[in-house]
């Protein structure tokens, strides 16, 4: 059974606009990383970097066309889902994915509305591996992961530790070589 959702307004979701990140974002963009950062559950960071941090990050994602979407409620950014390119010239084909919904909004398809439209625009861009690694007790993580395509590769075990809990992590990914430029 899916929990209680909180007072949003439905048609908030219905209307929340799914769009590519912008500069003008960035500040909206902080403020729901840490929102998601300290819930100390979901994320590999238990608070966001600072401001600047987070700035350059998504500026720079922006200038290398890196994909990267927010989904934006009055003027509020309340989920975001990008793709990092790797550096290494023999890496350059995968990208790694990272997302988070404030908790309000979840759980009512946002995320999937997010992650297809990342993903849309990564074919575009040429990826051939989209990948990503989940805290193995994230199930609804996990449902959308494989709801759109990700396939197991494997388990970290002990990945991570929080609150001095252990916790593995699950390998997953997107491999579609025919997205490799002709
Ligand atoms: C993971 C996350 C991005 C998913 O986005 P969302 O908008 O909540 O997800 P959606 O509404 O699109 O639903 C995803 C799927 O999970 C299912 N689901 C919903 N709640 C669930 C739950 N508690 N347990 C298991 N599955 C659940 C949904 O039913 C849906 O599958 P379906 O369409 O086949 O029914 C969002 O919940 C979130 O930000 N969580 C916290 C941060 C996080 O986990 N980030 C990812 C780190 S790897």
Redesign the pocket.
């Known amino acids: 059974m899916?929990?209680v959702k909180p007072m949003v307004d439905s048609s908030d979701i219905e209307t929340a606009a799914i769009a590519p990140i912008t500069p003008g974002d960035v500040e909206s963009f902080h403020r729901a990383l840490d929102v998601?950062a300290r819930?100390r559950?979901?994320?590999s960071f238990l608070e966001a970097p600072s401001l600047d941090q987070t700035r350059s990050f998504a500026m720079d994602r922006i200038v290398r066309g890196d994909p990267g979407f927010v989904a934006v409620v009055r003027g509020e950014v309340v989920?975001w889902?990008d793709i990092s390119r790797h550096d290494r010239l023999i890496h350059a084909h995968r990208g790694i994915l990272?997302?988070?919904?404030?908790?309000s909004?979840?759980?009512?398809?946002?995320?999937?509305?997010?992650?297809n439209a990342t993903l849309a625009q990564a074919r575009k861009a040429g990826f051939v591996r989209v990948e990503?690694?989940?805290?193995s007790d994230?199930?609804?993580?996990?449902?959308?992961?494989d709801?759109v395509g990700f396939a197991r590769e494997g388990v970290q075990r002990d990945a991570i530790c929080i609150d001095g809990e252990y916790r593995d992590t699950i390998m997953m990914a997107i491999v579609e070589r025919e997205n490799a430029a002709g």
């Open positions: 899916k929990p998601v819930e559950k979901y994320l989920g889902c990272g997302m988070g919904i404030i908790p909004y979840r759980g009512r398809g946002l995320g999937l509305r997010l992650i990503l690694s989940v805290h994230n199930a609804r993580a996990i449902s959308l992961y709801k």
